[in-house]
């Protein structure tokens, strides 16, 4: 059960789509008009920072002396999906657009060589460049990772190499000394990766596919030139994927057209970030530059197998994490052991705190010096609260919804204490509850195909661009039906006035115990859903939650 957020009453005399714009703070004129039709890339390009525009000419500046000495350069990314994607990009353009063959990929793998650019990942993407035959100085460039790796800048600088940095993550208050610093926290490590390849000449924009994939699996809110960058790069994932994406979407059983952000955010990205979590994530980067398409199917259902391995485990921690005592959940949950599996405390986190509604800490004791993640729910500052408690930690960081750390295996019992202190006097109950954010009220009679084709015009959804959640009062319930293969799903018939709407909630029995039956009246939370059976175009409601009213 949740407690109802009704942004705006439904006004007869104003479209749908402009009282659901207006409640989330879309009010001009212009500012709607620039949210319904998107403006191209280069509006947004224009408009960047100056100093942002200068860093990249300085970067671009950089790279093309190098390839005119012959200097090897690396692009150094980071095993997630958008550090992957960031690496992709920049190599291609340097590889394919600027056809310079001393460019090489490296991403560092989180086992042996951490998170980021680090001592080990240096020494390794060195390596590389040298069993390629080359010697003397090389340029580095990282992606998607770098602005906080002072220490490590310095070690590159004095070992007589050069180094670009490119990020978006927050901006630490001393900037590593590189040659040249590209920054920008508005869109994500893949994309700022893009602006430097347009910045040396990029012709071919397909590349901003791995930007849109990138900009949904980071979780980015889709709005302004992140809103431009998906809808252009869903575009052309329908239209002539790239050949990675197209098998990943195959292997996995989904059709290569009518892509959504939905795609790319469950099936896409998880894929992606699976071979990084679990073992080698150079999988993911062989599989965005293979041109084979054979080659590529073959990559791409090695990388199911590593999702599948992935979603074996996450399972599997999630019943051992799961074995809290039911009378009293702490408010911050906090879970230990050591047969969690690094890679995937995140998701087991994400898991419980979505379940439970509440933050939840899991930590792998494998090593003396474990690794910890962390996931919050809106309204608790999960960052704020662990930082409260830094001298506990070896190394933390993080989001107000997210943050991951290191802490010595005798010191999680303080960490226990500390989660425990801290919920009692920050954490209410109140704060607790789950709250389902509704648009609109709207009278269920106005619901037809032309208000779904309207709807449409919001597209792409995402964080920060959530699809429309409406609300409609007193309805008569005129048929139940049990339906799907584990008979999860609730089916329901209703009536609003004459009009008969079909309701579908997904895995009702998850979420609702309580008996609903022919002749209630109830009032109803939901997404609209396009329905095409038999040649006709039905307009369904996916429910979000179920209020029976007392009559
Ligand atoms: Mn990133």
Request: charged share 25%; proline share 4%.
């Amino acid at each position: 059960m949740h407690v109802w957020e009704v942004s705006s009453e439904y006004n007869e005399k104003e479209s749908v789509v402009d009282q659901i714009l207006t409640s989330r703070g879309i009010t001009s004129r212009d500012e709607k008009e620039l949210f319904l039709k998107p403006p191209s890339f280069s509006y947004w390009f224009k408009r960047l920072p100056k100093e942002l525009l200068g860093s990249l000419k300085e970067a671009r500046d950089l790279i093309k002396d190098s390839i005119s000495e012959g200097v090897p350069i690396i692009v150094h990314g980071d095993y997630d999906a958008d550090g992957i994607c960031a690496v992709a990009i920049l190599y291609k353009t340097i590889k394919e657009e600027l056809g310079y063959e001393k460019v090489y990929a490296f991403i560092p793998n989180r086992f042996e060589h951490g998170y980021g650019l680090s001592e080990k990942s240096i020494e390794a993407s060195l390596d590389k460049v040298k069993s390629n035959g080359n010697h003397g100085n090389a340029l580095f460039i990282t992606v998607d990772t770098g602005i906080t790796s002072v220490e490590e800048v310095k070690q590159i600088v004095k070992a007589g190499h050069k180094v670009i940095i490119t990020d978006h993550h927050q901006k630490p208050s001393e900037l590593p000394l590189a040659n040249a610093v590209v920054w920008y926290d508005q869109v994500v490590g893949a994309t700022v990766s893009f602006l430097l390849s347009i910045s040396l000449g990029l012709k071919n924009t397909d590349l901003m596919a791995y930007s849109c994939v990138a900009t949904i699996t980071d979780l980015q809110p889709v709005l302004g030139f992140n809103r431009t960058i998906v809808k252009k790069g869903l575009e052309i994932i329908n239209e002539k994927p790239p050949l990675g994406i197209k098998s990943l979407l195959e292997i996995a059983g989904r059709a290569t057209t009518g892509v959504t952000t939905g795609d790319l955010g469950w099936v896409v990205g998880p894929r992606l970030n699976a071979s990084g979590r679990v073992e080698d994530p150079s999988l993911a980067l062989d599989l965005l530059l293979e041109k084979d398409p054979e080659e590529s199917l073959k990559i791409a259902w090695k990388l199911n197998q590593v999702n599948s391995q992935r979603q074996d485990k996450t399972v599997e921690m999630f019943e051992i994490a799961e074995e809290l005592s039911e009378e009293e959940i702490p408010k911050i949950i906090l879970s230990h052991n050591e047969n969690y599996h690094e890679g995937i405390i995140g998701l087991v986190a994400s898991r419980l705190a979505k379940k439970y509604h509440r933050p939840a800490v899991v930590i792998s004791t494998l090593e003396e010096v474990s690794k910890g993640s962390v996931r919050s729910i809106q309204g608790i500052n999960i960052i704020k609260a662990l930082r409260e408690a830094e001298e506990l930690f070896t190394s933390l960081g993080g989001h107000p919804m997210a943050a991951g750390f290191s802490i010595k295996r005798e010191d999680i019992p303080k960490l226990q204490k500390f989660l425990e202190e801290y919920s009692q006097k920050n954490i209410t109950e109140d704060m607790l509850v789950r709250k389902l954010a509704i648009d609109l009220s709207i009278p269920a009679k106005i619901i037809d195909e032309k208000l779904l084709n309207k709807l449409d015009l919001l597209r792409p959804f995402g964080m920060g661009n959530r699809e429309p959640v409406f609300a409609s009062n007193k309805l008569n319930v005129t048929g139940v039906n049990i339906v799907g293969k584990q008979q999860n799903h609730l089916s329901l018939r209703l009536l609003d006035g004459d009009k008969l709407i079909k309701a579908i909630y997904f895995n009702y029995a998850d979420y609702q115990k309580e008996e609903i039956s022919t002749g209630d009246t109830i009032n109803v939370a939901y997404t609209l859903k396009r329905n095409e059976y038999n040649g006709r175009v039905y307009t369904d409601m996916v429910v979000k939650d179920i209020r029976g009213v007392e009559t």
